[in-house]
């Protein structure tokens, strides 16, 4: 998972230092105007902002993400104890507004808890037919056996499972994994994905679950639960 983050404060910071140690993938920005170019463009599955933040109107930063994407997962951090502030945060569509120092173990665990309820997932265990993703600690089994999975491949096979049925290009996998950032040759992903169908494989399961469309991108498809049934 990524989080869209503006580190504009010490409080930020340390939010960002404690979601990397969690074992996400935190994009920083530098204010809200950049933030708000991120979130157009990027892939990311949460975003965290201090209402504090310097350049733009904190609330109709807020106000005009959730706008964009009603269904985002959107943290604000705060210093104060302000009840106003809090109230209009929320009125402008944050889910949560945290206060004081930021812990950020439990704003972690949130942003996994809200990620995989708006993919539809009710436990920490994102199952498709055997396979099954720990987003707690990000290790993928199938049938009880763990995939020998780089944290790029990881994050793959956690895109395919979130995004479940839905085809996922190859320019979304890079901007999720890269963020712009160093980007290798978009054929990376290629080899990313033939390495997790040798796993599933080497596990037991069927590689051909992550499906390739030519031309469109890949998906996880239905016959993994059909392979469990049967």
């Known amino acids: 998972m990524r ?6 404060n010490w409080n930020a910071m340390t939010a960002a230092a404690g979601l990397d140690d969690a074992g996400l993938l935190v994009t ?33 930063l807020i106000e005009q993400l959730r706008h964009r994407d009603p269904l985002m997962p959107i943290y604000a951090l705060t210093a104060h104890d302000d009840w106003e502030s809090r109230k ?4 402008a569509g944050a889910d949560d507004v945290i206060s004081g120092p930021v ?12 990620v995989r309820r708006t993919a539809g997932y ?14 707690d600690h990000n290790v993928a089994t199938i049938n009880g056996q763990e995939l020998q999975l780089t944290r790029k ?26 963020a712009w950032n160093d980007e290798p040759d978009t054929r990376i ?39 469990q049934a049967a």
């Open 153 to 178: 491949e990881y994050e793959i096979l956690e895109m395919l499972v979130l995004n479940r049925e839905r085809l996922v290009t190859r320019e979304t996998f890079m901007n999720h994994l890269y």
């Open 28 to 60: 920083r920005v530098n204010d809200g105007r950049e933030l708000m170019d991120f979130a157009d463009f990027g892939e990311q599955n949460a975003i965290v902002l201090d209402l504090d933040v310097p350049d733009i109107n904190a609330f109709k």
């Open 3 to 8: 989080v869209l983050l503006a580190e504009t």
């Open 88 to 91: 209009r945060a929320y009125e």
């Open 122 to 135: 009710a436990s920490k265990s994102l199952q498709v037919g055997a396979l099954t993703l720990d987003t």
């Open 189 to 227: 992903i290629n080899v990313y994905l033939s390495r997790i169908r040798q796993q599933i494989e080497l596990c037991g399961g069927e590689p051909d679950i992550v499906e390739t469309v030519w031309g469109l991108g890949y998906r996880i498809t239905a016959r993994a639960d059909a392979a």
């Open 103 to 114: 812990n950020p173990a439990f704003l972690a665990a949130q942003i996994k808890a809200a």
